[in-house]
């Protein structure tokens, strides 16, 4: 029906930076309003970013002043900068679409060295 297809992550250095795209396809008029979680191992996923309709975002307090969450609506993409990137950072990274009934994606790992 809808599919997320996140890309971005990989392996990077304390303080480095990376971006996520997540990509939205299938039946849908919209993007929406969309949410970055994260989960690491041993812990439950967790919301560190909310993009809405509008392009108003809001940051969970770990991540605020570092990742920067943008939407581009004509390639049904949202994006998540990450900068200044801490090990704490290290998690799969999911996108999710407040669109009836909810979207995931598939998730993107994100790996920070010290």
């Known amino acids: 029906q809808v599919q997320l297809v996140e890309s971005g992550g990989g392996l990077v250095q304390a303080g480095g930076s990376l971006n996520l795209s997540c990509a939205a396809s299938?039946?849908?008029?919209?993007?929406?309003?969309m949410e970055w979680y994260r989960q690491a191992p041993g812990k439950e996923r967790e919301s560190v970013a909310t993009i809405t309709s509008g392009g108003m975002t809001v940051y969970a307090d770990s991540v605020k002043g570092r990742f920067t969450s943008s939407r581009d609506n004509a390639k049904n993409t949202v994006y998540l900068q990450m900068n200044n990137l801490k090990p704490e950072d290290t998690a799969v990274y999911y996108c999710?679409?407040?669109?009836?009934?909810?979207?995931w994606g598939q998730g993107t790992q994100v790996t920070v060295s010290s």
């Open positions: 299938g039946s849908i008029f919209s993007i929406n309003q």
């Open positions: 999710y679409l407040n669109y009836w009934p909810g979207y």
